[in-house]
């Protein structure tokens, strides 16, 4: 059987390669760039948004938010690592910031964009005002991963389009189960 999609995928990867690059170069190398880029990696890690739901279940404070963005968030990670697995990627960097020898050392898609674009979209349907901060701390965090040599830029992108058809697709279930009309 012929590969009649290698060319396609080689100029994806060339392109994704580049863009990476330039994103590593972008903003110029300066410890405050660095510094940004190392906190912005941690931005969207699992235990700390854990942490953000626990506080806001125990002050018993937007439970279909937290139902919702819960499930959508179990949902990322089964897919993520079950993407991870199949694609079995390996990262653009030496691994020397976060990832040496270890569970994760497979890079697509992000999980991290992924977990931030859930988050931004459920976020921002419970408190639009917001939404710009929301959508920031994500192309941050996206932006980090890239930056630190752990992500390619491809990578992030894919995290975040199914980041956001997983949130749609929960928000859509939930609507549908419990009988409420989709808002336009």
Do not use: N
Request: positive net charge.
């Amino acid at each position: 059987m012929s590969d009649w999609l290698a060319p396609v995928r080689s100029r994806l990867a060339t392109w994704d390669r580049g863009l990476s690059a330039w994103l590593v170069r972008c903003p110029p190398a300066h410890p405050q760039w660095e510094r940004l880029a190392r906190l912005g990696a941690h931005l969207g890690d699992s235990w700390l948004w854990g942490l953000v739901a626990f506080l806001l279940w125990g002050m018993g404070r937007h439970a279909g938010l937290l139902r919702g963005a819960l499930v959508s968030l179990a949902a990322q990670a089964g897919v993520t690592l079950l993407i991870k697995q199949l694609v079995r990627r390996p990262r653009p960097g030496e691994g020397a910031f976060l990832y040496g020898p270890g569970p994760d050392v497979h890079s697509f898609p992000s999980g991290h964009a992924m977990r931030m674009t859930v988050i931004a979209l459920w976020a921002s349907w419970q408190w639009p005002a917001w939404r710009w901060l929301y959508w920031a701390a994500t192309a941050m965090v996206s932006w980090s991963r890239v930056r630190l040599g752990i992500h390619y830029a491809g990578d992030v992108m894919a995290g975040c389009l199914l980041g956001a058809c997983i949130a749609v697709a929960v928000r859509h279930w939930g609507r549908h189960r419990s009988g409420q009309r989709p808002s336009r």
